[in-house]
């Protein structure tokens, strides 16, 4: 009798954690940093924008409208919780600086040039990004091809230290990603920079 | 040449050159798109009407879809550092991708077939207009991205 009881209180605590949600489903969840993000639904009846921790809509199995619906975080850890724990390690950047007009690196960029490799070896399956950017001085193609042959550069220290040329893409940004905003055409050193992604 | 690197003095000529090659460059439809970053259980991708075994590590490509058993679990990272990954017994079609490393412009169309989908979104939100430039499409709806992090169940297919 009191192993029914438990019985059926653990089928309403099943319940209470994952039922009475139908099969389509869409929550937005806070990230790790707080940053709530926001996703807009359209479907046969028309538009709902999510934008709250936990804002969701639900159809049933065969609708194709979606009506809003209370979920709480212990209800996406239910339903959700395999696919989250799937997620890959966030990306991680690390920054390089050049002597003045050399191929040098800095003293501080040596370390962290060498913190990409222990980056490296902590993931299952890295790759890497090599994004050159440079200051505002000068027109866009010529920062555009002045930033891909740093990244280029850079992505041949990368393969001399032992990483595959297929697991290396470069990328250039030329003055489309200021470190430190300025106007047009200004010098500025702290924006002349190699960035290292390993993902 | 090497120490010319940083001379912005340097080969404008050549450099533009480059530039422009490439520009002239296309992508092909047989780049990768992402790399899966995490893989339990029975993992697969079919590709071109064949289905393989998939592991971390393999590449994948435009129009795969990407399934697993149920044990299984995968994580993909895309190029434009979007993420995305399925709980089991879901099947995740990416049907296109377009991402210019260079302006960050770009588009991302993908439809979760059945089962759990996580989704941090990456540089092609960041840059496209508000909800427009990526889209998740599930049987009863097409979600428009505007960023960071949701979740996706879809009814199975009958």
New interface residues.
Partial sequence: MIARWLGLLGLIAALGACGGIKDNLVVVVPSADGHVGAVTVTDARGQTVLDQPYAAVTAGRGDTATERVEVTAAQVEAIFGQARAALPQPPVAFRLYFLSDTNQLTPESLIAFEDVFKEIARRPAADTVVTGHTDTVGTDPYNDALALERAKYVRGLLITRGLKPDSITVAARGKRELLVPTPDQTHEPRNRRVEITVR | M??T????SGL?ST??A??FV?LASPALAADPIG????A?GSVAIERAGARQPAA??DRVLQSDVVTTGPDG?????F?D?S?M????D?SLALDSFRFD????DGAFDASLRR????V??GYIVQQGP??EAMHVR???????????????????A?
């Fill in positions: 090497a120490a690197v940083y001379s912005r404008r450099l533009l480059m530039f490439a790399q899966i970053k995490t339990t971390a590590g679990t995968v994580g993909i990272t190029e550092n993420m990954s399925l709980g089991p879901s490393t260079t302006t960050h089962g759990t989908l996580a941090k979104s508000p909800g599930t049987p009863a709806a097409v979600l428009g991205v505007r960023g960071t992090e949701f979740v996706v169940r879809a009814e199975a009958r």
